[in-house]
Structures are given as C-alpha cells and as structure tokens.
Antibody
Framework: QVQLQQSGTELVKPASSVKISCKAS????????MHWIRQQPGNGLEWIGW????????KYNQKFDGKATLTAVKSSSTAYMQLSSLTSEDSAVYFC???????????????WGPGTMVTVSS | DVQMTQSPFNLAASPGESVSINCKAS??????LAWYQQKPGKANKLLIY???TLQSGIPSRFSGSRSGTDFTLTIRSLEPEDFGLYYC?????????FGSGTKLEIK
C-alpha cells in the first residue's frame, strides 16, 4: 500500500535553513509527482510545488520561489524540501502528497504524508 | 491565482443527517475540483476529484456536484467518523489553491 513517511518535528532558529524528508513506499516513486503543501497554525493549505523524481523536474508556486527547494533521491525513494532564510512566518506543518499520471498528469493529491511540524524560534 | 471561497466556516449536524459544503472559484476551473477530509492524527484523505468522481474506497454517501464555478460536497446520512475538517482544492491551473476549510462538528 502507498505510504509517505515524513521526518520529525523541527525546532530551528530564525535565518537558518531546514531540510525535511518524505520517504515513499508502495508505488513507483519515479513515475509520480511529489508535492509539498504548507499549513500555518490555524490556517488553510497552500501548495508549495512539485518534483518529478523520474527526471528531477520541479514546479514552484511563485510565492515560494527562493524559499523552498525540492529535491529527490531515487535510490531511497525519498523526497526532500529545504526551506531557507527562515522566519516565524515559516512556522507551519508541511505535508508531502502524491499526484500521478493517468492519461496525463493529474493534480489532485491521492496520498498524503502525516506532516512535519517546523517551528522557527530563537 | 484562483481564489476558492468555501462556506460555511463551521457546520454542526447530528449523525444520520445530510450536509452540504460549498466552494466557489473566482474564475472557471472547468470540472477540476477536489475535496479532502482532514482529521487529527490521520493523513488527509482524498474524497472526490474532477468535481464529482468518488475516490476509490470512499463511501457512496459522499458526493460532489458542479454548477459553473460553484461546487458542492454533500454527505448523506452522516456517520460519527465523518466529523472533521473539509477542504476543496482546484486542480485546474497553477498555483493549485485550496478553500479555507469547513469544520464539521457533532451537534
């Protein structure tokens, strides 16, 4: 069965960076898209971007250009998101989520990870 | 960006009742709308995609409909496990955007 396992809670200092992970299992990692989605405390969901692990292609929400960098390691079926120049505004839960291809790519998220909480505080 | 206006913000209902949650897109997104359920300690769950297609494994008491840029999620005969947060998401164009959420509570 499809599973997305995310790394644990992070407490990081302002102006630093953090890299969180999402390990996929139960499907062909390189033939599907991995998305990252942010949920700030008490707020709704924001799409950050996707990576296609098969070729490393990425697409970002302009809002997160320069803030988030998406990478993937095929050998371990793990996707990563690095967040840089952290401020309190970046404190949030970050989800990874899969979308796939069926007669072309689809852009709804059929499997989600449990989320990684990132707290930015001095 | 496509703005998704979701209503109501809160909804209280009893088991066995039916409820509807609405989402209005700020421009045409064709049929490309998804609905998700969010509950504490559980992974978010895809319920409906393409406006009205039920995701595999989701009970048939969930249904989705569309009228132009207005979308509705209907849950018939509420079960106790249906209570939680619900979000819509347009999957028609970049950036993909979500509604602000509806909290479905037990009355």
């Amino acid at each position: 069965q499809v599973q997305l396992q995310q790394s644990g809670t992070e407490l990081v200092k302002p102006a630093s960076s953090v890299k969180i992970s999402c390990k996929a299992s139960g499907y062909i990692f390189t033939s599907n898209y991995m998305h990252w989605i942010r949920q700030q405390p008490g707020n709704g969901l924001e799409w950050i971007g996707w990576i296609y692990p098969g070729n490393g292609n990425t697409k970002y929400n302009q809002k997160f250009d320069g803030k988030a960098t998406l990478t993937a390691v095929k050998s371990s079926s793990t996707a990563y998101m690095q967040l840089s120049s952290l401020t309190s505004e970046d404190s949030a839960v970050y989800f990874c989520a899969r979308s796939g291809v069926y007669y072309g790519p689809y852009w709804y998220f059929d499997f989600w990870g449990p989320g990684t909480m990132v707290t930015v505080s001095s | 960006d496509v703005q998704m206006t979701q209503s109501p913000f809160n909804l209280a209902a009893s088991p066995g009742e039916s409820v509807s949650i609405n989402c209005k897109a700020s421009k045409s997104i064709s049929k490309y709308l998804a609905w998700y359920q969010q509950k504490p300690g559980k992974a978010n769950k895809l319920l409906i995609y393409d406006g009205s297609t039920l995701q595999s494994g989701i009970p048939s008491r969930f249904s989705g409909s569309r009228s132009g840029t207005d979308f509705t999620l209907t849950i018939r005969s509420l079960e106790p496990e249906d209570f939680g947060l619900y979000y819509c998401q347009q999957h028609n164009e970049y950036p993909f955007t979500f509604g602000s959420g509806t909290k479905l509570e037990i009355k």
